[in-house]
């Protein structure tokens, strides 16, 4: 059972980065989809979510208007978009699978993101 990121890393305020979580080993195509992302010494916070069908999603308040997520339930895949990105956005991301009903949570290991210039 894996979660794997990938699309991270440094990135100037303003530009645009597009995270990549991709599933093995578990039906990834009943599970929702989340994007979380944690700083040093913060609580890990969840970005933005969509359920498994792709018919709905959650976002934080914080990156309203900027980032936008998707799946391809074909691929196991989950990415995140996000455009026009500020230095508070520097922190790790981890994409997650969430059981929609009874289940254990997959957890990826983590990816980069640095905004700065």
């Known amino acids: 059972v894996k979660m794997v990121e990938s699309g991270g890393g440094l990135v100037q305020p303003g530009g645009s980065l597009r995270l990549s979580c991709t599933g093995s080993g578990f039906p990834c195509g009943i599970y929702a989809m989340t994007w979380h992302r944690q700083v040093p010494g913060k609580e890990r916070e969840l970005v933005e979510a969509i359920n498994s069908a792709g018919s709905m999603t959650t976002y934080a308040d914080s990156v309203k208007g900027r980032c936008v997520i998707s799946r391809d339930n074909v691929v196991d895949t989950v990415w995140l978009q996000m455009n026009n990105l500020k230095p508070e956005d520097t922190a790790v991301y981890f994409c997650?699978?969430?059981?929609?009903?009874?289940?254990?949570?997959?957890w990826g290991q983590g990816i980069q993101v640095t905004v700065s210039s």
């Open positions: 997650a699978a969430m059981p929609e009903g009874s289940g254990t949570a997959r």
